[in-house]
């Protein structure tokens, strides 16, 4: 027994989406909507990807900063 024919909800949606299934133009839509999320989503994650590179570049370059310090103060310790 499939449980469609157990649950008159789940019936109604089974056959509210193949009515909608066998609509070209709302399976356009849908289509449609669900290549814009994910677009979105991609992008997103593009951005934190990116924002994360950054991030080690200004981290790499604070490091580098202070490495730089750090071997000047031993140069002149060493004097």
Excluded: F, H, T
């Amino acid at each position: 027994m499939l449980v469609a024919e157990r649950n008159p909800q789940v019936q109604r949606a089974v056959v509210k989406l193949r009515e909608l299934s066998a609509d070209e133009k709302a399976r356009d839509l849908y289509e449609r909507r669900e290549k814009a999320l994910r677009d979105i989503d991609s992008r997103e994650r593009w951005v934190k990807a990116e924002g994360k590179a950054e991030e080690r570049k200004i981290w790499q370059s604070v490091v580098a900063d202070k490495d730089a310090e750090i071997a000047r103060l031993r140069a002149e310790l060493k004097k």
